[in-house]
Structures are given as structure tokens and as C-alpha cells.
């Protein structure tokens, strides 16, 4: 079955980085865009990032821009975060998620997520 | 950027009975060209990462019991739980997909009354 696991999360001083991978299975993970999502201790879901499903195009939301590189490796059926100057701010539990169409044209729902793994920004 | 606003923030429903959420975009979410709303709605049970319920605004998800059901259009939307089961206690999300960046509502709790 389709499943997706997150990994690389844990305790980092603000400044510093963090990288955090997606691992997939059971789909065609080159056919498909892939998301970044997060949710801070007690809060709603925000969206981080989403990048295509070749590679070749990402976009950020404007709180990480400049700061996260979302990237994926299709031969080894992996995502990635790579998080830099991490903020307090950017404590949260980072979830990776699938696109549902075969190479969709642009960003659009998730239809399975991963569990998260937990990213903390503290001294 | 497009502000989805859920309400209630809470409800208590009891087993059996009707439950209703509501998501109102800020701006249109309908996308004339191919008369879709882009809006789907997920379930986050305690614990757990969130599902998928609906998309195109009233598209049920495979596997997702038809109690679950969605509607609306351009800007007001709303979920409804036609039987309000033990296992449907969960927070409830609406998203936008129309236009980047990607937004959720703020999240509706719903418990048993």
C-alpha cells in the first residue's frame, strides 16, 4: 500500500539546520508532486512546500522562502527538507504528503500523508 | 493570500445526530473554466496525521463512508456528518487549492454531546 515515512526530526538551536527526508512506497513516486506540510504544538496545518514531480519546479510559502530547499531524489524514492536559520517559530510536526494526480500540472490536495517528524527549535 | 475561516471552532454532537462545518474562503474558490470548487476537506483523529474526506468540494474519497458528505460553492462551503459516529471525533480542516500559497481553515473540533 502507498505509505510514506518521515524521518531526520529533532532538537535544533535557532540558527541552525535541520535536513528531514520522506521515504516512499508502494506508488510511483517519479509520477507524482509531492508536499511538505507542518503543525505546531496544539495548532492548525500549515502548508511549507511543494515540488514537482520531476523536480523541476518548487514553490514555498513565504514564511520558509529563502530559508527551506525542498528537493527529492526519484531513485531512491525520497523527499527532502533542508531547513536553514531555523526559528522558534519553525517548531512543529512536519508531515510530507502525496499529490493525487500522475504528473499533476500544479498543486492540488493530499491525499496520504505521512506521521511527521517532529522538528524543535530551542536552546 | 486566500483565508479560509472554519466555524464553529467547536461542536458537541450527539451519537446519531447531525453534525455541520462551515469554511468560507476569503475570495472565490471556483474555478469557472471547469465549474470545480478547489476545496477539500480532511479529518485529524487524536494522534494521528490527517485524511483525506473530500475534494472538489463534494467528491468523496475512497474508502470514506458516505455519512461524510460535502457542498457549497465560490466561497461558502460546508461538511456535514449526516450520523455522528463514536469513531468521527476528530478536528476538522477545509483547504484551498485555488491559487498558491496553499491554505487551511483554522480546524473545527467536534466531540461527543
Known amino acids: 500500500q502507498v505509505r510514506l515515512v518521515e524521518s531526520g526530526g529533532g532538537v535544533v538551536q535557532p540558527g541552525g539546520s535541520l535536513r528531514i527526508s520522506c521515504a516512499a512506497s508502494g506508488f510511483s513516486f517519479s509520477g507524482y508532486g509531492m508536499y511538505w506540510v507542518r503543525q505546531a504544538p496544539g495548532k492548525g496545518l500549515e502548508w511549507v512546500a511543494h515540488i514537482r514531480f520531476d523536480g523541476s519546479k518548487q514553490y514555498y510559502a513565504d514564511s520558509v522562502k529563502g530559508r527551506f530547499t525542498i528537493s527529492r531524489d526519484n531513485s531512491k524514492n525520497t523527499l527532502y527538507l533542508q531547513m536553514d536559520s531555523l526559528r522558534a517559530e519553525d517548531t512543529a510536526l512536519y508531515y510530507c504528503?502525496?499529490?493525487?494526480?500522475?504528473?499533476?500540472?500544479?498543486?492540488?490536495?493530499?491525499?496520504?500523508w505521512g506521521k511527521g517528524t517532529t522538528v524543535t527549535v530551542s536552546s | 493570500d486566500i483565508v479560509m475561516t472554519q466555524s464553529p471552532d467547536s461542536l458537541a454532537v450527539s451519537l446519531g445526530e447531525r453534525a455541520t462545518i462551515n469554511c468560507k474562503s476569503s475570495?472565490?474558490?471556483?474555478?469557472?473554466?471547469?465549474?470545480?470548487?478547489?476545496l477539500a476537506w480532511y479529518q485529524q483523529k487524536p494522534g494521528q496525521p490527517p485524511e483525506l474526506l473530500i475534494y472538489w468540494a463534494s467528491t468523496r474519497e475512497s474508502g470514506v463512508p458516505d455519512r461524510f458528505s460535502g457542498s457549497g460553492s465560490g466561497t461558502n462551503f460546508t461538511l456535514t456528518i449526516s450520523s455522528l459516529q463514536a469513531e468521527d471525533v476528530a478536528v476538522y480542516y477545509c483547504?484551498?487549492?485555488?491559487?498558491?500559497?496553499?491554505?487551511f481553515g483554522g480546524g473545527t473540533k467536534v466531540e461527543i454531546k
Open positions: 475570495q472565490s474558490i471556483l474555478y469557472v473554466s471547469s465549474n470545480k470548487n478547489y
Open positions: 483547504q484551498q487549492y485555488y491559487d498558491i500559497p496553499l491554505t
Open positions: 504528503a502525496k499529490d493525487p494526480f500522475y504528473h499533476g500540472d500544479y498543486l492540488y490536495y493530499m491525499d496520504v
